[in-house]
């Protein structure tokens, strides 16, 4: 059974662009929970998506958004980069019974 | 206030015992868990308690559980090196998400 993929591993961006970051969860997990951590901060919830809703949502600006489509993928977007949002980028899938299951991440730099 | 709350770092000395705490609010959480995260990688499901247990233990690993206080802790005996890592500790909440800590930093000097 393959794992959660994460997509790119790593990328650099500069100032103001725009980023999309894709998550393919577990074949048969439909819940899918976007991460951000930073040394700073930790293990921040940035949202959850299951069956192509959004579910649960924390506590970060409009430029984070993302979706998930009727595979259960799931993708999020960050408009107008800011260097604080360097940092490296967690999806974890789960089905109803189960534990959260992690992707190795996405490492995003902001320069 | 945070569903779940740890510290973010812990320093030990090899060889000695490691207790990483953790306090959560959510009072229905039926499973609790304890992941690990190496460098460059992701978490990985170290162990976990029901929340009809108050101990759980598995090799150098012990879950404790106070429902009460709501506090869970993960204590590793013999801290190795290779155990330096940051820990993170997640709960399930009524309806069935999952809310994790920040993550607490062991750091295990020679």
């Known amino acids: 059974k393959a794992g959660v993929t994460q997509t790119p591993r790593y990328l650099i961006k500069t100032r103001g662009q725009q980023v999309t970051l894709s998550c393919s969860p577990i074949?048969?997990?439909?819940?899918v929970s976007w991460y951000q951590q930073t040394p700073g901060q930790g293990l921040q919830f940035l949202f959850e998506?299951?069956?192509?809703?959004?579910?649960n949502k924390g506590n970060f600006p409009g430029r984070f958004s993302g979706r998930q489509f009727s595979n259960s993928r799931s993708e999020m977007n960050v408009s107008t980069l800011e260097l604080g949002d360097s940092a490296l980028y967690l999806c974890?899938?789960?089905?109803?019974?189960?534990?959260?299951?992690f992707g190795q991440g996405t490492r995003l730099t902001v320069v | 206030g945070e569903d779940v709350e740890q510290s973010l770092f812990l320093s030990v000395r090899e060889g000695d015992s490691s207790v990483i705490n953790c306090t959560y609010t959510?009072?229905?959480?039926?499973?609790l868990y304890w992941y690990k995260q190496e460098p460059g990688a992701g978490l990985q499901l170290l162990t976990y308690?029901?929340?009809?247990?108050d101990m759980k233990q598995d090799q150098r690993l012990t879950v404790l559980l106070n429902k009460k206080d709501k506090h869970l802790s993960l204590r590793i005996a013999d801290t190795q090196t290779g155990d330096s890592a940051i820990y993170f500790c997640?709960?399930?909440?009524?309806?069935?998400?999952?809310?994790f800590g920040a993550g607490t930093r062991l750091t295990v000097k020679p």
């Open positions: 974890a899938s789960k089905s109803l019974t189960t534990e959260a299951f």
């Open positions: 074949s048969g997990h439909r819940s």
């Open positions: 998506y299951f069956s192509e809703t959004q579910r």
């Open positions: 959510d009072s229905s959480s039926t499973y």
């Open positions: 308690i029901f929340s009809n247990m």
């Open positions: 997640a709960v399930n909440q009524n309806n069935n998400d999952m809310r």
